[in-house]
């Protein structure tokens, strides 16, 4: 959706001393804050994943076929057989342990979202200062394949071109499988997110081309690079913070929906969107394979909205409460 | 004005040629072999060769590319040669094989279930976004101001498939409240239309209505600050008109932008909620035909929804030179 | 008659049932036909439909067992057809249709004659004759428009091959080499006997001619490609409407012209069909199960796997309240993994690979017993004389495997293979069951140091690429039942060169020669016994895994009449033909 | 109808305070006034002195959600402070208008002024949209807009600024109310368009006979239009005095610091010039004692630590010459008379 308008209001024009402000606001806002702390560990628990499945005693691979009937691979026992040995329950059909596959499937989640975001953020900034800064034709061109890239409907684009990109990117010599699969995820959500960036940026840069210092810069003969990078980048910082927490929480839905559609990863791994594609098949059976990844991941999300929210309203009091 | 608008048409059909050409490019490469597709498991080289010259698909990607364009102005006759020639009419949107039928009928059976699905769900989202950003607007600061928002960051940090799944489950199997989701044109079926597409509607809107929310109280809050407000209240008019008209008025231009574009991009087919409640519309086709790897179709639905994204994108900079007379076009 | 063709479903809800919905298939039927009221002609009965269209309407082009059964049962007549009934061996016994009998052969079964019953008209009134039968015939040899279609005609009728590849006779439309068929087909002076000349013996030709490759077309009609689009029908009933996808429907009402006189096989009680497309599995399930309304003639494909305990107490018995009207049997499918032999020549590798599987892990997860039981070759016990055991997992690879398979015997195979332990790929069409399969492939394989990927492909195009020897890897997952109780249909389809369904590529000149010997067998019990011991050769050269004999279950409504619900032993489908409402 | 004893515009000890995260903001606080019909009171101090709040609690255009006001003010015998929101807002447009600093921003850009104006009237009028629009176009034309007729269907960008700002007072005027603030109505605009704008505020007041409170930080304005002038410092009254007293017999520091402040042509030499030294007092935290005090050349000559710890009253020198100060009368006059003598050219 067009999150441009929302942040464009939210960046205001970046002081020096904006920093530290913006800190000490999030710093008394008690919900970001705590948002913030939860945040951290679920990175941590996502990069240790692993470790603590062991600690644990839970692995998302390992099938247990006594924790499943023999007829119709039904999980034996209450909401998908939760037990002490399986606290979350089983898989339909498999035996394999819904906490562990939850685990791993936060690691990707967070891998995907966070390095979709980077490089949304990168591109999208560099693109946008360019488009900016240079003007004349450059502008034209990238605006033109802005609006070109977002008059794409991406979420069929993606699926159609899944399987073929992939392949080319395990020909390019990515690993086959899975890091092929991330890839191109990662891959695809930064291309068809950067231009709302871009946009916000090279608006910023328009304004600010006029500004004293930058023309002080340029009177002084300073280098188109240096000015756009040394004068004009430090000032926008702002949007573009505020772009990147609202859109990590994008990513991760998208990739849930994406995987949901079934271009995610590869088994034995699975994902948020994989386990609930899987739940269709039992939940009116067995509602615990829909609300356990479910609740999860609406929880990751509305985490790191609020933490958005609140550093938007941080830098943009307006926008914020009073 | 007008000769705005020729211009802006004109370069609008340019986007859409580079466009149509971008995905012509992008599905040339994909790996399923059409031809391969057409023929059962009783399969030769030469058949197969034979239904590749049919489709023509043995051609290079450009003059598949010049045929098609051909096509959407002159129509297009495929497997000429052999005794029953397809004729595809003008506009020709190109022909599925798979379907045995033209891409540009299967499109206009999807679009009324898909144009249903976006105005009811627009509808639902203008009214309840709008309505609930200028209500936090006015009590900004407030609890209810607070609570608002809150409701409206949960809302929209609510993944669609999910809350779909949710409403299936309670509303449909645990407590029947509705029966399954099954289409029937509202002319068919009034009731049973409606019982259908309330949960899509209702589920669709929620996302945007709250990212509507937040935009509106935005855009209020900036307004509210403006100095012609104060002039309207320093006239003595009743706060209901400073805020509902000379307010709402000032604030409203953005949204309308947003509005026009997001109905447009609807106007795609909503792939998951579709699907989801087995709506027979573009979205449905959409997946259905990536399933099977149905090129025509899905060059077709894109093209078409590029298409309504970009008109909509003329349309909406009209109508913002409407609301905002200090736009100038041109 | 492979479970290659059926369209999937959404993949978002549908694909899960995918493979379930297209099984289809012959076999004992358990709970059902337990009386019920006498069957009465009149009202509707509803097909529900997780596919969004049918394949193939055109009838050279049918080719996949329900739609063969549900098409041969309503619209189109054919020379012959299998009785209806549940019980194994009358269910699979030919019985005259359109023909006055079930064809005389002569000539040592290198000549097949049949002779049209008076009275069988068109829906257009004309009367069938033998011209429109050898037309419907030729027209399968237009294989550039005819496609999908069986292709027997074209191997068994004494026509000779193209050097440039196909027969010599290249179909009704194109022409070339007309006469030649006509000499292949030949039709009496009073148009109504029609014989054909075959290339080789073929004793069960008269099943060949059930299919409704064999069914007539009159030439005025055909349109060729579109000919699916309005064909003619020559059954009690025609199409009065269709229109595909979700929501679409087709609706077949009565043929005026059809004869009750001249067709003695079709009771056609009903007044008329509606098959309604592209429901969604959960959907049709809750229908059925509270079977209200219209429903309550209602019929499906497939009951899913989180309604089993639902619906019945064990895959033999179904519950009380379900009794009689929900089936629980054998499809006539052998479920297998196809090793693709020109990639993994090696012997003790496939061998490796197929001890190395957990079958127990794989059958659970299609939904253990309800999936079907552990298979042991590519034919089934419900194929009667060409079944044997082939001790596949007793003795042929060396020693007893358990179900879970065996590791270290797959490491200790592998090392005595001389080669390193393999990579492989594992191609499957996608579906959320299927993924967790893929995962207990990856997985069991992995124990036994062999590293499989998984390589998901698209249901709808999955056939497309597996049959692509390029784009094929090594394990391809895939499934086949006969398209008559002749192995014939089994062996030389899978394992030969010639074969339309030869996933594995295998091409072993001395099996072939011996596949072709037994093709042309006419002591049918000598040809069972070479059947059976192709079947266990194969296995024994791991060219397949075999996984289950697959089972399927369905559910008919309150009102649908009892005495025709159960699994049809010649397609493994609905007796469609037979069915009616209370 | 106002009684005979109060005044037409009766401020009485007017205090406006904002509740904010740095704690409570005194804008305006114990503020008296008075003006009559026909009369022109200025009141003039830098920005944040409290100038503006004034006149909009005046309006009662402050939020009473967001602020705290406490006094009274009357207008033609009703106290808004004490009034309802409605029946003051029934007031605004009628009784009482105002026009703003920024002709440019305070028009709405969406609406035709013609609209706006057909507007105002309605609120406050039974008439038919058809009158409305005759008046507006008439009003148009008493606030010298060429071609009132067209000029109602354009959008205010469509006009200069000037123009913009004689629309502003059209809309003020056209409901013919007895008070009109004018909030530093001329300072967006160019010089020669000042005088036009307030001519025509001055011709107005003279048809309507109106009471025109006039808030600027201009003294030449002052002088050339008020009757009486109020000087705002800090939030506070520093000084109340009719024009000739602030401009000849000044005694309060800051308003002989604003008057020495004013650059003037007959002026040789600019040396003499001296503005006040340091900033506005920060309304949150005000010094306890005058708040003054700070800038304050003089506060030396008041003995000990007076001017810093105690507030100063608002002493009344004759009728309607008004000073808060320390320093003793004899002090004052001096300094009064030193001062004034260098600024009206008497000196050197």
């Given at each position: 959706m067009a999150i441009t308008e929302s942040v464009a209001k939210a960046a205001p024009v970046a002081g020096r001393s904006l920093r530290q402000v913006v800190w000490s606001r999030v710093r008394h806002d008690k919900v970001a804050m705590t948002c913030l702390v939860i945040l951290i560990l679920l990175y941590l628990i996502a990069i240790f994943a692993p470790l603590i499945c062991k600690v644990i005693g839970v692995d998302p691979y390992a099938f247990d076929g006594a924790s499943i009937s023999d007829s119709g691979g039904a999980p034996i026992g209450d909401w998908g057989g939760i037990s002490r040995a399986h606290p979350l329950g089983v898989e339909w059909g498999t035996g394999r342990d819904i906490l562990a596959q939850l685990l791993f499937g936060l690691r990707i989640s967070l891998l995907i979202a966070t390095s979709a975001t980077i490089i949304t953020v990168f591109l999208g900034t560099v693109i946008g200062i360019v488009s900016g800064y240079a003007g004349g034709r450059t502008d034209a061109v990238i605006g033109r394949s802005m609006d070109l890239i977002l008059a794409f409907p991406f979420l069929l684009i993606i699926l159609a071109l899944s399987g073929v990109l992939t392949q080319r990117l395990s020909s390019l010599g990515v690993p086959e499988g899975n890091p092929s699969r991330i890839l191109y995820m990662i891959l695809v959500l930064s291309v068809f997110g950067w231009p709302y960036l871009a946009r916000i940026v090279r608006g910023q840069v328009l304004s600010m081309r006029e500004r004293e210092y930058v023309e002080a810069a340029i009177a002084m003969g300073a280098r188109t690079p240096r000015i756009l990078f040394r004068e004009i980048l430090p000032n926008l910082w702002a949007p573009i913070l505020v772009y990147a927490t609202l859109t990590l929480p994008t990513y991760i839905a998208t990739e849930a929906a994406l995987s949901f559609l079934g271009i995610g990863v590869l088994p034995p791994d699975t994902s948020f969107g994989a386990m609930l594609a899987n739940s269709v098949s039992y939940f009116s059976v067995v509602p615990s394979y829909l609300f356990i990844p479910g609740v999860v991941l609406v929880v990751l999300v509305v985490t790191f909205n609020l933490v958005g929210d609140a550093v938007r309203d941080a830098l943009d009091p307006r926008s914020g409460r009073v | 004005m007008s000769s705005y608008v020729v211009r802006r048409v004109l370069s609008m059909l340019l986007l859409l040629l580079l466009l149509s050409l971008v995905v012509f490019i992008l599905f040339s490469i994909l790996p399923t072999d059409p031809a391969r597709l057409t023929c059962g498991k009783s399969c030769t080289p030469e058949i197969i060769e034979a239904n590749r010259h049919r489709l023509g698909l043995d051609l290079p990607v450009f003059q598949q590319y010049w045929e098609f364009l051909k096509g959407l102005f002159v129509g297009r006759t495929y497997a000429a040669n052999s005794p029953d020639p397809i004729n595809c009419s003008a506009p020709c949107l190109g022909y599925s094989f798979r379907r045995g039928e033209e891409v540009l009928i299967l499109i206009k059976d999807g679009l009324p279930t898909t144009i249903w699905l976006a105005l009811g769900a627009f509808v639902f989202w203008m009214v309840a976004g709008i309505s609930l950003g200028v209500y936090a607007a006015i009590r900004r600061g407030t609890w209810r101001d607070k609570t608002v928002m809150g409701v409206g960051l949960v809302g929209y940090s609510l993944p669609s498939f999910f809350i779909g799944l949710l409403a299936i489950f309670f509303i449909i199997i645990k407590w029947n409240l509705l029966p399954y989701p099954s289409w029937v044109p509202p002319q068919e079926d009034p009731v049973g239309f409606l019982q259908t597409m309330i949960l899509p509607w209702i589920i669709l809107a929620i996302l945007y209505a709250a990212f509507y929310m937040r935009l509106t109280r935005n855009q209020m809050l900036e307004v509210l600050g403006e100095d012609y407000i104060r002039t309207a209240r320093a006239k003595g008019l009743p706060e209901r008109t400073v805020i509902g008209k000379h307010a709402l008025r000032a604030g409203l231009t953005p949204i309308v932008t947003a509005a026009g574009l997001d109905l447009a991009g609807l106007l795609g087919g909503a792939i998951i909620i579709e699907s989801l409640f087995s709506l027979p519309g573009i979205g449905s086709l959409a997946i259905t035909s990536v399933n099977d790897a149905d090129l025509p179709v899905i060059v077709g639905i894109t093209l078409v929804t590029a298409t309504f994204i970009i008109v909509a994108n003329l349309i909406v900079d009209l109508l913002y030179a409407a609301i905002d007379p200090r736009v100038r076009l041109g | 008659m492979g479970i290659a063709k059926k369209g999937a479903g959404v993949v978002v809800i549908g694909a899960a049932a995918a493979l379930v919905l297209s099984a289809c298939g012959g076999g004992s039927s358990s709970s059902s036909s337990s009386g019920g009221s006498e069957a009465k002609a009149g009202g509707t009965l509803y097909y529900l439909a997780?596919?969004?269209?049918?394949?193939?309407?055109d009838p050279q082009r049918i080719y996949t067992g329900e739609d063969l059964a549900f098409f041969s049962g309503t619209i189109y007549r054919t020379l012959t057809s299998y009785k209806f009934?549940?019980?194994p061996t009358e269910g699979t016994s030919v019985v005259p249709d359109l023909a006055t009998d079930t064809g005389t052969a002569t000539n040592g079964a290198k000549t097949w004659a049949f002779t049209i019953r008076d009275g069988a008209t068109f829906q257009d009134g004309n009367p069938i004759t033998c011209a429109d039968v050898a037309y419907g015939v030729s027209r399968t040899f237009a294989t550039d428009v005819i496609t999908g279609g069986p292709t027997y005609a074209i191997s068994m009728l004494d026509i000779p091959d193209d050097p440039a590849g196909g027969s010599a006779y290249k179909g009704p439309y194109v022409g070339t080499g007309q006469e030649l068929f006509d000499k292949a087909v030949t039709c009496s002076s009073d148009n109504k006997t029609i014989t054909f000349n075959l290339k080789r013996p073929v004793p069960d030709f008269n099943y060949t001619t059930t299919l409704l490759a064999f069914s007539p077309v009159p030439k005025a009609a055909d349109t060729g490609e579109k000919y699916g689009d309005a064909p003619v029908a020559s059954g009690p009933y025609m199409i009065q409407e269709n229109k595909n996808g979700k929501g679409g429907k087709m609706v077949l009402v009565r043929n005026p012209k059809w004869d009750k006189a001249s067709d003695d096989y079709r009771p056609a009680l009903p007044d008329s069909w509606e098959v309604d497309y592209g429901i969604d599995p959960k959907v049709i399930d809750q229908r059925l199960i509270k079977s209200a309304g219209v429903d309550a003639t209602a019929i499906d494909l497939t009951v899913e796997p989180e309604n089993l305990s639902v619906v019945y107490v064990n895959p033999n018995e179904a519950q009380p309240q379900f009794a009689g009207r929900a089936v629980s049997a054998l499809d006539p499918y052998v479920r297998y993994f196809a090793i693709n032999t020109k990639k993994v020549p090696n012997l003790k590798i496939r061998q490796a690979i197929a001890v190395a599987l957990d079958r127990e892990a794989l059958r659970k997860n299609a939904g253990g017993d309800f999936s079907g039981d552990y298979a042991d070759g590519v034919i089934k016990p419900n194929m009667g004389a060409d079944y044997?055991?082939?001790g596949m997992w007793d003795t042929l690879l060396g020693q007893k495997i358990p179900d879970a398979g065996d590791p270290e015997y797959a490491k200790k195979l592998i090392s005595e293979s001389g080669e390193a332990a393999p990579t492989i790929t594992f191609d499957y069409p996608q579906s959320p069951t299927a993924d967790k399969a893929a995962a207990i492939v990856v997985s069991s394989l992995g124990k036994a140091g062999i590293t499989a990927k998984p390589n998901p492909i698209e249901p709808g195009q999955y056939y497309g690429i597996v049959f692509d020897p390029e784009k094929a890897h090594e394990l391809i997952n895939a499934g086949w039942g006969p398209d008559w109780p002749n192995a014939s249909t089994i062996i030389p389809e899978l394992f030969t060169p010639s074969g339309g369904f030869n996933l594995s590529q295998y091409d072993n000149a001395e099996y072939t020669a011996a596949s072709d010997a037994a093709k042309i067998e006419t002591d049918r019990a000598k040809q069972a016994k070479m059947w059976q011991d192709l079947n266990t050769q194969a296995m024994k050269d791991v060219v397949v895994v075999p996984t289950r004999f697959g089972r399927t279950q369905r559910l008919a409504g309150t009102?649908?009449?009892?005495?025709?619900?159960y699994l049809w032993p010649a397609y493994g489908s609905w007796p469609y033909g037979a069915m009616s409402a209370n | 109808m106002s009684d005979s004893t109060r005044s037409f515009l009766d401020v009485r000890d007017l205090t406006v305070s904002f509740p904010t995260e740095g704690g409570l903001v005194h804008a305006v606080e114990g503020v008296s006034f008075s003006i009559e019909r026909g009369e022109t009171l200025a009141i003039v101090g830098e920005s944040g002195s409290g100038k503006s709040v004034s006149a909009q609690a005046i309006m009662g255009l402050i939020n009473r959600k967001a602020a705290q006001i406490s006094g009274e003010v009357w207008v033609n015998g009703k106290d808004i402070v004490a009034m309802s929101d409605d029946d003051v807002r029934k007031m605004r447009g009628s009784e009482m208008a105002m026009i703003f600093q920024d002709p440019m921003s305070s028009l709405h850009p969406f609406y035709k002024i013609g609209a706006q104006l057909s507007e105002a009237v309605r609120v406050h009028q039974q008439v038919s949209k058809a009158d409305a629009k005759a008046q507006a176009v008439d009003m148009l034309g008493r606030v010298g807009i060429p071609d009132p007729k067209s000029r109602a269907d354009t959008y205010p960008h469509q006009l200069s600024g000037g123009m913009r700002q004689r629309v502003m007072i059209a809309m003020a005027l056209i409901n013919s109310p007895s008070l009109l603030i004018a909030d530093e109505p001329t300072t967006a605009l160019d010089v020669t368009v000042q005088a036009q704008i307030l001519e025509l505020i001055a011709s107005l007041q003279q048809e309507f006979d109106t009471a025109v409170v006039l808030i600027t930080h201009d003294l030449g304005i002052v002088a050339d239009v008020a009757d009486n002038v109020a000087v705002m410092y800090g939030g506070r009254l520093v000084e109340r005095a009719n024009v000739d007293d602030i401009f000849y017999r000044a005694q309060m520091p800051y308003t002989l610091g604003l008057l020495s402040s004013v650059p003037r042509l007959d002026q040789v030499t600019s040396d003499r010039l001296d503005p006040i030294p340091g900033n506005p007092p920060s309304p949150i935290n005000l010094p306890p004692g005058c708040v003054f005090q700070p800038r304050c050349?003089?506060?030396?000559?008041?003995?000990?630590?007076t001017c810093e710890m105690k507030r100063p009253e608002l002493l009344q020198i004759n009728a309607d010459h008004f000073v808060r100060c320390h320093l003793d009368e004899a002090e004052r006059v001096r300094i009064s008379t030193e001062v004034t003598h260098v600024l009206h050219g008497g000196g050197a």
């Open positions: - | - | 997780n596919a969004e269209q049918f394949d193939q309407i009934s549940a019980d044997a055991p082939t009102q649908v009449n009892q005495s025709q619900v | 050349s003089y506060s030396h000559l008041v003995g000990g630590t």
